[in-house]
């Protein structure tokens, strides 16, 4: 009677989002912080700048999936998938949103708003709530969000002993 249920471990990938323009697998968010590279790429554009410094959590456990994802017309919005913390249960949100059976929380960090849920083991973080929402509704069906294959086959040859690794779109658009 308390044998557990044999479930697949949801990946991080999983939840990116379908047309996303640009992943980047963080295994190492110190060494992130102090990268001469990205500092350089999102010195290209500054709210993008902010935005990612503002959604990678202080204390950042790895690995983290950040994402930038277009919605609407020509706008990028920056979301982030990690494996949740059991230390991190004490989260203040301005206010709560009940979507689906889930809660999504709306947290504020220095002017910016950010939308985030929880789905299973995994917290999800984003700019647009309606991010969050499919992303709830994809975990919900356990259905990935992206539907191509080679995605998925790229993703699992990143490398995890580099700090950054980056996918991009080959179709996506700037992102500055």
Known sequence: GCTPKNQEEIKLTDLVPQNTSLVAQINDSVSLKSSKLLYKIFSL???LKKTVQNIIPESSSSPLLLFITPVGKNKNVVG??????????????????????????IIDKKGQTFYSTHLGGLKMLSQSQLIIENGIRNY????????SPTFYQLAESMDHDMAVNF????TSFSLT
């Open 45 to 47: 554009n500054e709210d």
């Open 80 to 105: 982030l998938i990690f494996r949740k913390n059991p230390m991190d249960t004490l989260v203040n949100f301005k206010k709560t949103i009940q979507y689906s059976g889930k809660t999504i929380g």
């Open 140 to 147: 919900q069906k356990q259905q990935r969000a992206v539907s």
């Open 167 to 170: 996918l991009i779109h080959p």
